[in-house]
């Protein structure tokens, strides 16, 4: 059986190479369980779309496989319209949320067959090895298809309860070096005491899923309860990683790192019992550290390599924490902010603007609360996910009237795409560059205005 795995480029003119750690442990799944396949990495490679309609028909593929967040959806769409023309029998299977929140309109509108619901580590196997063998598509768990025009799904598949026992990603099909050397485009902060260039970083992954349910948000554990690895599974990991691929720097990739205090000290203790040296970032809640007696697990943190954490603000309205269901106090915000300052770790936080309840007054106050929180904020405008709260909003109140228009059209959170304030779009993103702005010049950060909004475009630049 030829199988093609395919990683989609979400943001192919973006300097900003994140390795795709979801694929990673789909292709890691697959060549444990013996199946080889061909890798098209679109976004290591970049390739134009001669290039890529060549490398599609270099051979006859049974089975095509790709995946990505649901903004790429017209990327996947595309893609499989091109897998189509040259293998017209092939299955062609797609993961992650753009499958598991729009099932329906992937499989009917696109020609995608196959749609791998939630967690894929264990479906993907079972699914490969059902069509090797010729299989009844109605025994494999955990996937909706397509046959004779109809939309089938099957009974879901059970969580890995226990996702220390996955296996570590095996980099080898992926152009690990091109990853690791573009990984510093990510890394902003402070507090790292080797040249920019040196910085060696790859992911790695400590959790599944999230404990909050943010009303604008979908992930592709929703759903799921929220699982954390053993930090012995972790370091291990960690310590071949850093044998093999001589890394200073990882990036904990996940929705959510720290969940608690007593999480985030037995981290850092362990980080710091293993020997093990390399710079991190982290991510947290907003209300984790408020207590004076938190600033000794900052510190010792800071002690164990950590440079940067973020924690969400989203804005600094009450009513619109509120109706984002976000269950944060802006004290608290400020107050975590305050303690990692003081521990020497970069604090970092990112904006939703757009809620309904939006007023040029609320964007004004949430850009100065993260100007007097020393933060300078990733800031985006609502964009609603299927499967979540806002999206059926958005649905309700015919703001999204036709779903593939709008799928069609989702991109980056950076593009006002859905406007559902009051506000026109140019006093909405007026407002928005006027708090950029602002803060950028209070707080020094140097950004020119084409890039107050997109900073990932300006990173490389930082020094
Ligand atoms: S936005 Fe962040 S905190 Fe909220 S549910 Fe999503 S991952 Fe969790």
Not at 230 to 259: H, P, Q, V
Not at 369 to 393: K, T
Request: proline residues 3%.
């Amino acid at each position: 059986m030829n199988i093609l795995l395919i990683n989609i480029a979400l943001r192919p003119e973006s300097k900003v190479k994140l390795f795709p750690i979801g694929i990673g442990y789909i292709a890691t799944a697959m060549k444990n369980a013996g199946f080889e396949f061909d890798f098209i990495d679109l976004d290591a490679n970049r390739y134009s779309d001669k290039e890529v309609e060549r490398l599609i028909q270099k051979k006859t593929y049974d089975v095509a496989c790709m995946g990505c967040i649901v903004t790429g959806y017209s990327k996947v769409k595309n893609l499989a319209e091109m897998v189509r023309k040259y293998h017209k029998n092939a299955y062609i299977i797609v993961g992650n949320s753009v499958a598991t929140s729009i099932y329906n309109i992937l499989l009917s509108k696109t020609e995608a067959d196959i749609a791998v619901m939630g967690e894929g580590d264990i479906t993907i196997v079972d699914l490969l090895k059902t069509i090797d063998c010729g299989g009844d598509l109605k025994t494999v768990k955990g996937i909706c298809y397509t046959k004779k025009n109809n939309i089938y799904c099957n009974p879901c598949r059970e969580p890995i309860e226990n996702i220390s026992s996955l296996p570590h990603i095996d980099f080898s099909p992926f152009n690990i070096e091109e990853y690791i050397a573009n990984a510093k485009e990510q890394i902003s902060e402070d507090g790292i005491n080797i040249n920019r260039n040196e910085l060696r970083a790859l992911p790695v992954n400590t959790a599944r899923g999230c404990v909050a349910n943010c009303t604008f948000c979908y992930h592709n554990f929703r759903g799921y309860n929220y699982r954390y690895r053993s930090m012995e599974s972790i370091l291990t990991e960690i310590r071949e990683m850093i044998t093999k691929y001589n890394l200073n720097y990882i990036l904990f990739g996940d929705e959510l790192t720290l969940f608690s205090r007593k999480r985030a000290e037995d981290f850092a203790d362990a980080i710091l019992e293993s020997g093990l040296k390399f710079f991190w970032n982290v991510t947290c809640r907003a209300d984790c550290f408020i207590k004076d007696s938190d600033l000794n697990i900052l510190k010792k943190m800071k002690a164990a390599g950590c440079v940067s954490a973020s924690f969400s603000l989203e804005s600094s309205n009450a009513e619109i924490l509120k109706a984002m269901n976000k269950h944060i106090l802006v004290e608290d915000f400020s107050r975590t902010a305050e303690l990692f300052h003081k521990a020497g770790i970069t604090p970092s936080t990112s904006l939703v603007i757009g809620y309904p309840q939006e007023t040029l007054l609320t964007i004004r106050d949430t850009f100065k609360c993260c100007a007097e929180n020393r933060i300078y904020p990733s800031a985006g405008y609502l964009l609603p996910q299927p499967g979540s709260v806002m999206y059926e909003y958005a649905k309700e109140k015919n703001f999204i009237v036709d779903e593939e228009d709008y799928l069609l059209a989702m991109g980056d959170r950076q593009d006002l795409r859905l406007n559902m304030t009051n506000l026109s779009d140019q006093e909405m993103e007026e407002e928005v560059l006027a708090g950029l702005k602002y803060c950028n010049e209070l707080l020094d950060i140097g950004l020119d205005q084409d890039h107050l909004i997109k900073t990932q475009y300006y990173r490389k630049a930082k020094k």
